[in-house]
């Protein structure tokens, strides 16, 4: 359990949130132009980090807006929130 | 290149309403196939409901006509899983204390009801012996059960596979050791691998805290953990690894002799030979390697138990923790060889490895052993995330994710 900080309404409780997997995955502009290893590699291969990692969460139970979260997912310590479309505060 | 795959099931379920011989699947498959489509899919239901086995006959011969034939492919490892666990103790002369207590799943609304009732024929398909059981017969199986009709979660039926139970896991991962040992395994514990060496598309082995292993093979069976080693290969996996969390309560004495487990309240229950309960709940949705779940998933479990055992209501627990489980996106396994020459893998059980021990095992030493997979894991390889082939079996799995 721990306590979010919502870039929108402030920190709430986590159980409030609900998470969105790996961030920063790019939609490819042409789909029809890859090749099935491509189209795997987009749609389902993933980081899946033990340490920092970047992702997206929603306030599902609060603002419903989607923001962007850097977390260390070794000891589900936050190190830094951010809005959609912003730049990540840390490398 | 992108293929166009058309499902055709619903034109068979369409004739089959109207008792009719119109419209037909068979011309729908060939209309399809004119029409520019690569594949069809039909699913050959236990009910048959959609298309029979006819149907299935006339489009599997129309040529140059892929058929996604929908049926199951997990049962059939854990059915082989289950034949091993019951010699498992003689074989390996250790008490893995295998308990056949049977299974019970219970069933809360409509929708579970119908999942169930097909789960139960998909097994029985795959001659694993399922049944299922109305309100009264789950109450007659397992009387502590609250079956009243008005509570929040109502228990409306169950499916019971009286050969499915328990098994210590320790003792399994003992039994197994010890039983490797004798034939010449060695086994080096507190070693953790920290790298993979590659020479090209081939691996030369392994870096770890007590050096260097030199290999042209690689199994990796990491669980949770599969992904960090994939990334020491610069290879990517399909999984994501979230918290699972299970308690264990103060002993009493016996109280519930079988298994019962509740996917929609995320919640099962059985006791050990000690007499504690043992309470698992359902995963977090984040990943986290951090060995510890979020409250209030616990609390949602310990609400549902409550409720459908109220005589557990002053029961003490003695531990809490969390797993890590290594999840697909299609909440099948994989064991599979990869895009580098000698390096294996073995994972993607999510909540549902234990059982599967013992076959998963040893299709993953035949793969291993030949360079290919075993007939009966050929559909678990990584690349049916690249073909589409997709083992979407939560149904037949009986897997809670
Ligand atoms: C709380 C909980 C309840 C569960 N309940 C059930 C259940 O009721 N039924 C069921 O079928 N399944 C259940 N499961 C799932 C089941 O436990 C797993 O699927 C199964 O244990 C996986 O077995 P495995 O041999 O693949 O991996 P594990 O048994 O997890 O073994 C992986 C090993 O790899 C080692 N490892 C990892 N990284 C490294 C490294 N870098 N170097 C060296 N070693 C490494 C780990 O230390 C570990 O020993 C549950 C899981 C949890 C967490
Ligand atoms: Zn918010």
Redesign the interface.
Known sequence: ??VINCPFCGER???EF??G?EAHIVRPKQP?ELS??E???Y????????GV?F?RWNHAHGCRKWFNMVRD????EIKAVYKMGEKPPIE | ??RLGVNIDHVATLRNARGELHPNPVKAAKYVKKAGAHSVTIHLREDRRHINDFDAKKICSIKKLLVNLEISTNPKIVNIALKIWEGLSQELNYNVMFSQRGVMNLAHNLQDVRDLKRRTHANRLNGIDAVYLNTEQVKKFCPIINTSQDIRYPVLGGTLQRRAGTARHDAVAWGYARGADEMGVDIIQNCEVKGIKRNGDTVEGIETTKGFIKTNKIGVVAAG?S??IA?MAGL??????KPLQALVSEPVKPVIDTVVMSNAVHAYVSQSDKGELVIGAGT???????Q?G???IVEGTLNAILELYPIFSRMRMLRQWGGIV?IC?DASPIISKTSIKGLYFNCGWGTGGFKATPGSGDLFAHTIANDEPHKLNAAFNINR????DLVDEHGAAAVAH
């Open positions: 359990m721990f409780e986590q159980s609900k998470a997997g029809t099935d290893d189209w795997a590699e749609l389902f291969m993933r980081k899946n980090i033990k990692q992702e997912t070794s000891n589900d | 290149m992108i953990h992904s960090v990334n990517r996996l399909p999984l994501e690894s977090d949705d984040y990943i986290s390697y951090s510890k979020s409250h209030d290594d996106p995330f690249v073909s589409g």
